[in-house]
């Protein structure tokens, strides 16, 4: 079998465990990504909190732990992208998402509440973007910005707040008048009138 794994000695921390954990899944290491889901230490939790400085190795151990949760069952590796908070903006339905959905709201209310890092919070978190088939958050980032978490200055729980409630961008090829081969082609059509004198 051929082992998928990136470079990862000059990255920080965060970047290489995603790197790891994404190569659990390319690799199909169903076994250690079940033992990331476990609840007790094994040896793939420790081998997480080997890309970590030592004060923060539960952090990286239980990150692995939210990816295993995420990637249960799938085939295809997922980086994720942003923080928590916009992750989240995504959670609901047809009828709203985000802050037009309870259940996301109350959700983000309970993270961003504690004081200490929201372990089981952050878990129906994972879950429920999940269900909902949304991306997750970046792990890389998701581990720095625990790692950060009773930092004040860094404020990571008011960061994903104004994150979760950003208002959507518009995107000029959502612009009424543009298709979206038009926007491709930054070329816009004009509605054309005949002119009954010609």
């Not at 609840?39 to 081998?47: G, L, N, Q, V």
Request: charged share 30%; hydrophobic share 30%.
């Amino acid at each position: 079998m051929t082992e998928w794994a990136e470079s990862t000695t000059d990255r920080p921390g965060g970047e290489q465990l995603t790197a790891w954990l994404m190569s659990l899944v390319h690799n199909r290491e169903y076994g250690k990504l079940a033992e990331l889901r476990r609840t007790r230490p094994t040896d793939s939790h420790i081998r997480a909190g080997w890309y970590a400085p030592e004060e923060h190795r539960e952090i990286y151990e239980k990150v692995a732990f939210l990816f295993g949760v995420y990637h249960q069952g799938r085939p295809v590796p997922s980086r994720g992208k942003g923080s928590l908070g916009a992750a989240a903006r995504m959670i609901g339905d047809s009828r709203g998402r985000g802050p037009d959905d309870p259940g996301a709201q109350r959700l983000l209310s309970r993270v961003v509440a504690s004081r200490r890092i929201p372990w089981r919070h952050l878990q129906h978190t994972v879950t429920r973007l999940r269900s909902c088939e949304q991306p997750p958050p970046s792990w890389a980032q998701l581990t720095e910005d625990l790692a950060r978490w009773h930092d004040r200055k860094a404020r990571i729980a008011y960061e994903w707040t104004v994150d979760f409630h950003q208002p959507p961008t518009r995107s000029r090829a959502g612009a009424p008048g543009r298709s979206a081969a038009d926007s491709r082609t930054g070329t816009t059509k004009q509605p054309t009138r005949k002119d009954a004198s010609t």
